[in-house]
């Protein structure tokens, strides 16, 4: 009874996010559009952002806020590419998008040109009949656009790396990015972190009475996790607490008070359910308490003093022979 009462409170701070599932977020988006006033954006720039974000799609503003921090500090970059020309690769203002050569012209035409039409990705954000991609306004809708397009509504990651190394090097599973998009990943995922408003999510999510008990049982913030995760993507398939099968005194392991800290979300060969799990739990793992992330032979580890996604460090370590059918995820609470 205890946790169905929890159960029936929550589901009021439960926000439906993939298209056609089940799916769980931490806490409801916030009424403005889901931006935190102070962050470091500029405040010009909190209203556009969150306009652009859902002209598309169910884009997050903080997650496009994300991007236009990476790409050049919400235009304070000093490259000169930010305001005029482009870099080396053809990427030109404040959200870097590509106006030719080797970043081909996502943007379509010429980089200021009159609309309509909008064609393939530019766009006038702020109505005055040209596409500008210089322009704040216009680029925000462009670069929405452009994340729709990659498809931000099925997998946050993979939308945020097509966006910086193109749309098949998105799609490519993870561990065959470079070391640079791996970090710009990360990078525009913890940004979206930081900007999103305080009603979503919070920095700490996990509520008062999960966990159950040993004297091999989960502790407060696997267990509430695990029925996010079957919420959210609707796996049941979870392994939690066991003295077999793992390394011996893992997480999987029962701690003193016989609650183990790890789960095991089992996907099988659906290696791109397994993206989005992995992906989802680097988007919360702050608010969960995760302290690190194993899937497809890579592992990021929230004790780093940078985390980012990486190989494996340990070659034939149960990290880079066992977690291709499961994704690891082990708790600090």
Not at 252 to 259: E, F, K, S
Request: aromatic content about 8%.
């Amino acid at each position: 009874m205890r946790k169905l009462a929890l159960l029936a409170a929550m589901l009021g701070l439960v926000a439906v996010l993939l298209p056609g599932a089940a799916a769980a977020t931490l806490t409801a988006p916030a009424a403005a559009g889901g931006l935190r006033r102070d962050a470091d954006i500029p405040a010009e720039l909190v209203a556009i952002i969150e306009a652009a974000a859902g002209v598309y799609c169910d884009l997050r503003p903080a997650l496009l806020a994300g991007v236009f921090k990476a790409e050049s500090d919400f235009g304070r970059d000093p490259d000169p590419s930010v305001h005029r020309g482009a870099n080396g690769a053809g990427a030109a203002g404040p959200l870097q998008i590509g106006i030719g050569g080797k970043a081909g012209n996502t943007w379509g035409g010429a980089p200021i040109r009159p609309v309509p039409p909008n064609l393939p990705y530019g766009a006038d954000g702020d109505g005055d009949g040209l596409a500008s991609v210089y322009n704040p306004a216009d680029a925000l809708y462009g670069a929405a656009r452009y994340l729709c397009a990659l498809g931000v509504a099925h997998s946050d990651i993979r939308a945020v790396a097509g966006y910086h190394c193109g749309p098949a090097c998105g799609q490519r599973a993870p561990r065959t990015w470079e070391p640079r998009t791996r970090r710009y990943v990360t990078d525009v995922l913890q940004a979206a972190e930081a900007y999103e408003a305080a009603s979503a999510p919070a920095a700490v999510a996990v509520p008062p009475g999960w966990g159950t008990d040993g004297p091999c049982g989960r502790s407060p913030a696997s267990d509430y996790a695990r029925w996010l995760v079957i919420a959210t993507f609707g796996i049941t398939n979870i392994g939690d607490c066991a003295y077999g099968g793992h390394v011996e005194h893992s997480d999987h392991y029962p701690d003193r008070n016989g609650q183990a800290h790890a789960l095991d979300v089992m996907v099988g060969d659906a290696r791109a359910l397994g993206d989005q799990v992995a992906a989802w739990f680097t988007q919360h793992h702050q608010a969960l308490n995760v302290k690190y992330i194993i899937w497809w032979g890579e592992i990021i580890d929230y004790r780093d003093a940078l985390p980012a996604w990486g190989p494996c460090k340990k070659p034939g370590s149960s990290c880079t022979t066992l977690h291709f059918d499961h994704v690891h995820v082990s708790f600090t609470a």
